[in-house]
Antibody, heavy 119, light 112 residues
Framework: QVQLVESGGGVVQPGRSLRLSCAAS????????MHWFRQAPGKGLEWVAL????????YYADSVKGRFTISRDNSRNTLYLQMNSLRPEDTAVYYC????????????WGQGTLVTVSS | DIVMTQTPLSLSVTPGQPASISCKSS???????????LYWYLQKPGQSPHLLIY???NRFSGVPDRFSGSGSGTDFTLKISRVEAEDVGVYYC?????????FGQGTKLEIK
């Protein structure tokens, strides 16, 4: 079955960096567009970034543009989110999600990894 | 960017009674491909979101038929015909006709 497992979260000081990973299994990872979403404590869902299956297209939310980089290693079935210049407002649970093969929605989500930006 | 507005933000419902959530978008979600890109997710306490409804009115695999979606253009509704205890959580509408994806603020459903 489809599984998405995020890792790499933790506590980091403002201005520092962190890299999140999302290990995928149960499907042909290289065929799917993938997304990152986040959810600040007690708040709603926010879309962060997407990367097409063949890395030809990527897009970022304005709130992270220039600071975060989405990437993937199709040989390792893994999606990444490199987060630089972290701010307290980046504190959130980060979810990776798989886009439907022919639809514009995400049908499978990971369990999330918590990133806390604090001094 | 498209703005999604949900009402109400909270709902307290007696089991067996119906519930309804409204979602309005700042722009039409009807695409030239003929699809309307409006989706509903439920996030149960302590869990990640899961898909309930895609393209306005199509139930995702395994979603009970007490859930239904309707609407067009900019106005949409999620209805639960008979609320059950397991339906508690926060419901989000989401648009994907345009990047960035955008969610409504969420509607918290609790059981009376």
């Amino acid at each position: 079955q489809v599984q998405l497992v995020e890792s790499g979260g933790g506590v980091v000081q403002p201005g520092r960096s962190l890299r999140l990973s999302c290990a995928a299994s149960g499907f042909t990872f290289s065929s799917y567009t993938m997304h990152w979403f986040r959810q600040a404590p007690g708040k709603g869902l926010e879309w962060v970034a997407l990367l097409s299956y063949d890395v030809s297209f990527k897009y970022y939310a304005d709130s992270v543009k220039g600071r975060f980089t989405i990437s993937r290693d199709n040989s390792r079935n893994t999606l990444y989110l490199q987060m630089n210049s972290l701010r307290p407002e980046d504190t959130a649970v980060y979810y990776c999600a798989r886009q439907h093969e022919s639809g514009w929605y995400e049908e499978y989500w990971g369990q999330g990894t918590l990133v806390t930006v604090s001094s | 960017d498209i703005v999604m507005t949900q009402t109400p933000l909270s709902l307290s419902v007696t089991p067996g009674q119906p519930a309804s959530i409204s979602c309005k978008s700042s722009q039409s979600l009807l695409h030239s491909d003929g699809k309307t890109h409006l989706y509903w997710y439920l996030q149960k306490p302590g869990q990640s979101p899961h898909l309930l409804i895609y393209e306005v009115s199509n139930r995702f695999s395994g979603v009970p038929d007490r859930f239904s979606g309707s609407g067009s253009g900019t106005d949409f509704t999620l209805k639960i015909s008979r609320v059950e205890a397991e339906d508690v959580g926060v419901y989000y509408c989401m648009q994907s006709i345009q990047l960035p994806r955008a969610f409504g603020q969420g509607t918290k459903l609790e059981i009376k």
